[in-house]
C-alpha cells in the first residue's frame, strides 16, 4: 500500500474514525465559511460526525466491492456490519438505513 491509497478503515478505533470525521467536517465548514457560505443556511444539512463515520465505512466497503454501488440487500448486509462491528453507531446505522434504500433481505417479496 502506497502513501497515495486509502487505507481501509476498518480495523480502526471508533475514536480515530470519530476524529478523522470531526477533522473532515471541520474542513468542509471551513471551506464553505472562506467561500461566504452563512452557517445559518448549511449547519443544518451537515451529517453529525457518526454519520460521516458510517458514510466513511460504507465508502471503504463499496471500494472493496470494485467501487459498484450495492443492491438494497448488500446495503442492508454493509450498513448491518457497520454496526456489528461499531455497537456505538447502531442507532445511527438504523437510523440511515432508510435514506440508502436499504432493505432486509427477508423484505426483498415486501
Not at 84 to 98: A, I, K, Y
Amino acid at each position: 500500500m502506497t502513501a497515495n491509497e486509502p487505507r481501509p478503515r476498518g480495523r480502526v478505533s471508533l475514536e480515530l474514525l470519530r476524529a478523522e470525521a470531526h477533522q473532515e467536517l471541520d474542513t468542509v465548514i471551513h471551506e464553505r465559511l472562506l467561500a461566504g457560505e452563512d452557517p445559518w443556511a448549511f449547519m443544518e444539512e451537515l451529517p453529525t460526525v457518526d454519520e460521516l463515520v458510517v458514510y466513511l465505512l460504507r465508502a471503504d466497503a463499496i471500494d472493496a466491492n470494485d467501487g459498484r454501488l450495492p443492491s438494497p440487500t448488500r446495503e442492508y448486509r454493509v450498513l448491518r456490519q457497520i454496526a456489528l462491528e461499531h455497537p456505538p453507531l447502531s442507532r445511527t446505522v438504523w437510523r440511515m438505513m432508510g435514506r440508502h434504500g436499504a432493505r432486509s433481505p427477508r423484505r426483498q417479496g415486501a
